[in-house]
């Protein structure tokens, strides 16, 4: 089905933002906008065949202009936290931005999520909406020109695939990833507790206290991160295990059990009132499960929705951060 194409917003510098509609021949329907290459909502049916927008953001352009949760956004170069806002690469010291605390998080001050992707409509592709960015050798600290393409496509069997590629001139480092916030049960349904989830993962990286990863990583089983089978999101959330009590919930990666060659089912959502089942495949070695615990009321989304603390989930299949 042809993908639509409307003006969504216009930059402080006159760059223009486009919105673009990915539709399937079921009724699914995504919205994918240029400024952060986000994903600003996506009906999906439920048991009934009702439709459901199972994405938190909001509800114009100037919402995500001024927003500072990364709902629905790409990330990038480096998702999650580099402690220090430092690396050595090739005896090399570099330096980023320390914009959460004293650790750099999802590649800086204006980071991919916050930059106007250019888009093209991939014709021959069925439902592929390509995105493209330059960023340029020193941005935001890191080296190398780093050519970024990110492919958006919306199949028939209701999966909203997202490849990520990139070259550069220079060594560099790199971990992308998209941030969208889950709720299946509507976007604006409250919180997410009743959720069950799987991660398919027996270890998961350690935090210190600051959400920085030691470099400990530790088996799930007894502990509240054993996500092995479907297990409400709420069930431990509020223990007192370290790890839980530092991200103030869950907010730390997950050791997929994966070969990372193989595409892997790492996940499983479903929120039974609806039926609605999310499956996140992916070939990266970790994936961050964020229960929102940063929400905190004070952004209204699409339909005027007052996003609280755990009223989503995120999933961001990644590399391990901190490396
Ligand atoms: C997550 C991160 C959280 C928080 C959030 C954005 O990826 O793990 O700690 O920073 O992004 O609010």
Same mark, same amino acid.
């Given at each position: 089905?042809?993908?639509?194409?409307? #003006?969504?917003?216009?930059?402080?510098?006159?760059?223009?933002?486009?919105? !673009?509609? +990915?539709?399937?021949?079921?009724?699914?329907?995504?919205?994918?906008?240029? =400024?952060?290459?986000? $994903?600003?909502?996506?009906?999906?049916?439920?048991?009934?065949?009702?439709?459901?927008? &199972?994405?938190?953001?909001?509800?114009?352009?100037?919402? =995500?202009?001024?927003?500072?949760?990364?709902?629905?956004? +790409?990330?990038?170069?480096?998702?999650?936290?580099?402690?220090?806002?430092? *690396?050595?690469?090739?005896?090399?010291?570099?330096?980023? @931005?320390?914009?959460?605390?004293?650790?750099? #998080?999802?590649?800086?001050?204006?980071?991919?999520?916050?930059?106007?992707?250019?888009?093209?409509?991939?014709?021959?592709?069925? /439902?592929? +909406?390509?995105?493209?960015?330059?960023?340029?050798?020193?941005?935001?600290?890191?080296?190398? /020109?780093?050519? &970024?393409?990110?492919?958006?496509?919306?199949?028939?069997?209701?999966? #909203?695939?997202?490849? =990520?590629?990139?070259?550069?001139?220079?060594?560099?480092?790199?971990?992308?990833?998209?941030? @969208?916030? *889950?709720?299946?049960?509507?976007?604006?349904?409250?919180?997410?507790?009743?959720?069950?989830?799987?991660?398919?993962?027996?270890?998961?990286?350690?935090?210190?206290?600051?959400?920085?990863?030691?470099?400990?990583?530790?088996?799930?089983?007894?502990?509240?991160?054993?996500?092995?089978?479907?297990?409400?999101?709420?069930?431990? $959330?509020?223990?007192? !295990?370290?790890?839980?009590?530092?991200?103030?919930?869950?907010?730390?990666?997950?050791?997929?059990?994966?070969?990372?060659?193989?595409?892997?089912?790492? @996940?499983?959502?479903?929120?039974?009132?609806?039926?609605?089942?999310?499956?996140?495949?992916?070939?990266?070695?970790?994936?961050? *499960?964020?229960?929102?615990?940063? +929400?905190?009321? #004070?952004?209204?989304?699409?339909?005027?929705? $007052?996003?609280?603390?755990?009223?989503?989930?995120?999933?961001?299949?990644?590399?391990?951060?901190?490396?």
């Amino acid at each position: 089905m042809a993908i639509e194409k409307k #003006l969504f917003g216009i930059m402080p510098s006159g760059e223009e933002v486009y919105l !673009y509609t +990915l539709k399937n021949s079921n009724g699914m329907k995504t919205e994918i906008c240029t =400024y952060g290459g986000t $994903i600003v909502s996506s009906m999906v049916p439920d048991k009934n065949g009702e439709f459901h927008d &199972v994405v938190l953001g909001y509800a114009d352009f100037e919402g =995500y202009l001024k927003g500072d949760k990364y709902f629905g956004s +790409l990330i990038g170069r480096f998702g999650n936290r580099i402690q220090y806002g430092k *690396f050595i690469l090739n005896d090399k010291e570099y330096v980023l @931005a320390q914009n959460n605390g004293e650790n750099h #998080l999802h590649g800086g001050l204006k980071g991919f999520d916050k930059v106007v992707w250019d888009a093209m409509i991939i014709e021959d592709e069925p /439902n592929t +909406l390509e995105l493209s960015y330059l960023s340029k050798d020193g941005e935001e600290g890191y080296p190398g /020109n780093l050519a &970024v393409k990110v492919k958006y496509v919306l199949t028939e069997d209701n999966a #909203l695939e997202i490849i =990520y590629m990139a070259t550069t001139d220079k060594d560099t480092i790199i971990n992308l990833t998209n941030h @969208a916030y *889950f709720n299946l049960s509507g976007h604006s349904s409250g919180d997410v507790l009743d959720h069950k989830l799987m991660i398919n993962a027996d270890k998961f990286t350690v935090n210190d206290k600051f959400s920085i990863p030691t470099g400990e990583i530790k088996d799930v089983a007894d502990t509240p991160m054993d996500f092995r089978t479907l297990t409400p999101i709420g069930k431990n $959330i509020e223990s007192d !295990y370290d790890q839980i009590v530092f991200g103030n919930g869950y907010d730390h990666n997950w050791v997929l059990n994966t070969n990372c060659s193989d595409t892997l089912k790492a @996940a499983q959502a479903i929120a039974e009132n609806t039926g609605i089942v999310m499956d996140v495949y992916t070939t990266t070695p970790g994936v961050q *499960f964020y229960s929102a615990n940063f +929400l905190d009321g #004070l952004d209204v989304g699409k339909d005027k929705a $007052i996003y609280k603390m755990r009223n989503g989930f995120c999933l961001e299949t990644q590399y391990f951060p901190n490396k």
